[in-house]
């Protein structure tokens, strides 16, 4: 079950349990949620050393770095990109919480899921566009335009990684939605 935390620290239920093959998929998509969270704890730890780093070699040591900033940007994609399922698991997202106590809980429902069908047609495709350009980067030999020239394979694969866990977190939510909004009729 997911949980988020409100001003209190009391901890309500964002994800109902539910059973079978589609509880199966939601504590697959939680153990990976929080298997690439502490991952990408460590890739802004790492991001933080190569700065820091960067910042030694230059000013005290006088060594030139020509790596420490896109380094330190596909680390960072990575960990924005890979942990946006994990946020979207703990309802973490940009919401417009002003509206629910206008409507009664059952509009609320429904609310979100408009809301979350909305959100998974606009990740959807940007996903598509994402696994485009990753297959254009390899396929091209795509590298950016430093001395360093890493391969754009990297950042793009992050990005179209995270975006696809992102549309699984989405689509099991709204198969939860609707599954729990079956049993309640």
Excluded at 160 to 179: N, P, R, S, Y
Aim: charged share 10%.
């Amino acid at each position: 079950m997911s949980h988020g935390v409100d001003l209190e620290g009391r901890k309500p239920a964002l994800t109902p349990q539910v059973g079978g093959v589609l509880g199966t998929l939601v504590n697959w998509q939680a153990k990976i949620n929080s298997y690439v969270l502490f991952v990408s704890m460590l890739a802004l730890l790492a991001a933080c050393l190569v700065l820091t780093l960067s910042v030694v070699m230059r000013y005290f040591l006088k060594l030139p770095t020509d790596w420490q900033d896109e380094v330190s940007v596909f680390l960072l994609i990575g960990a924005v990109f890979m942990c946006a399922a994990f946020v979207q698991s703990e309802r973490g997202h940009i919401g417009i919480s002003a509206l629910e106590g206008f409507f009664s809980p059952a509009a609320n429902r429904l609310r979100l899921l408009f809301c979350d069908i909305a959100s998974l047609a606009f990740c959807t495709f940007f996903t598509y566009k994402t696994w485009s350009m990753l297959h254009e980067a390899v396929v091209e030999g795509q590298t950016t335009s430093s001395t360093w020239g890493p391969p754009l394979w990297i950042p793009y694969g992050l990005m179209a990684a995270g975006m696809t866990l992102l549309c699984i977190q989405m689509l099991l939510q709204i198969l939860i939605a609707l599954k729990t909004k079956g049993e309640a009729n």
